[in-house]
């Protein structure tokens, strides 16, 4: 294991090698998709959790993985010294500052698990892919997003939630980077209607808007929270951005945790109960006959981003477009999205950011036609 130490660039150690020198008790807060995730790494790294606790109002006397479910204070009665790993994500203040109250008292890591796909980013991972890592940080165009960019890396490593006091920064999906003055605003995983909402209060001069939403229950909130829009060209695709019209499997958790889950086989349920059904995917390049216009486009596909950007090539190479890309679903996507968008738009300037967010989730990829002198202190 000693070539897979990680410590000669980013000077850390990987959080399950960690766990296994130590030997302690390892203790899951939380239940569900992210805690499925983290045992079936533990299984494959030869180790087991020892118990999981929630939330004193979330115990109910159930069973998890075989486990009845504890409070913190009964797992504290019980080990002397323990490890413990967040098993969900919030960006709740309320519930991050838990977090923050608990690891100020206890060993507590907040294991960075996929969204989407199977690659975990260990170690072995970082390794593999040290050239590409490190080709995408150069790409950078300031000192602040490659700050982020080393700590986020840290932190996929070794799990320790400090590195967020570095990386996030308050505010909401649009970056100061970005030049503003756009026509067009396509969102590509719309959710609700919230990050639609905030590009107009954002740039009040978009005239058009084009939305996509996979998940039927959600993109019916989209159409209610949307309709208020009437002065705008809307246009609202219940489908999931994609490379090509067809169709793909769809885990549908009726928000932010719906992703695409693979062959058409394994329709169904997933572990944490969510849906598994077949989608509709369509191009945005299909919806998006126009060129001249200057352009923003936000993808957030939850796993699905290298091919909606390859779907949306001809109206992003035809317009002044700026995009926003999220980095935080496949392990990959970190160092593979920029590296993948600077051979598409080589003049552009790429940023990163990362909002408050416990796990690592919310970090944004800004590709900007033009530095923003004002906020690079030029």
Known sequence: MEKFMAQEIYGTKELWQTLREEGKPIVLYGMGNGADKIISVLESKGMEHADVFASDDFVRGQFFHGKKVLRLSEVEEKYE??????????????????????????????PDVPVAGENLFDAEFFYKNEENILKARTLLADERSREVY????????????????????????????????YEVYCDLGAYTGDTVEEALSRFPEIKKIIAFEPSPKTFSKLQN???????????????CAWNE??????????????????SKEQKGKTL????????????????????????????????????????????????LTELCVS????????????????????????????????????????????QNAKILGI
């Open 245 to 262: 019209n067809g169709t793909a499997v769809f885990t549908d958790g009726s928000g932010r945790n719906s992703t695409l889950a693979g």
């Open 327 to 370: 980095l935080y679903h496949r392990s990959e996507d970190i160092f593979s999205l920029p590296l993948l968008i600077h051979k598409l738009l080589p003049d552009h300037k790429l940023f990163i950011e990362k909002t408050p967010y416990i796990p690592a989730w919310e970090i944004n990829l800004y590709a900007c036609v033009r």
């Open 81 to 110: 010294d323990f490890n413990i790993l967040v098993s969900f994500g919030s960006s709740l203040p309320s519930v991050m500052d838990k977090i923050k109250d608990i690891a100020a008292h206890h060993t507590l890591y907040a």
């Open 272 to 319: 944490s109960g969510a849906k598994i059904k077949e989608i509709a995917t369509a191009t945005p390049d299909s919806y998006m006959d126009f060129s001249g216009k200057t352009l923003l486009i936000k993808f957030d596909v939850e796993g699905a981003e290298k091919e909606a950007i390859e779907g949306s090539q001809k109206a992003i190479l035809s317009n």
């Open 225 to 239: 929270n949307t309709a208020r829009f009437s002065d705008k060209d809307m246009t609202l695709v219940n489908a």
């Open 150 to 181: 080393d700590e986020l890396i840290r932190y996929k490593l070794d799990g320790r939630i400090t590195h967020f006091d570095i990386t996030d920064r308050e505010g909401g999906v649009f970056s100061d980077t970005l030049s503003g003055g």
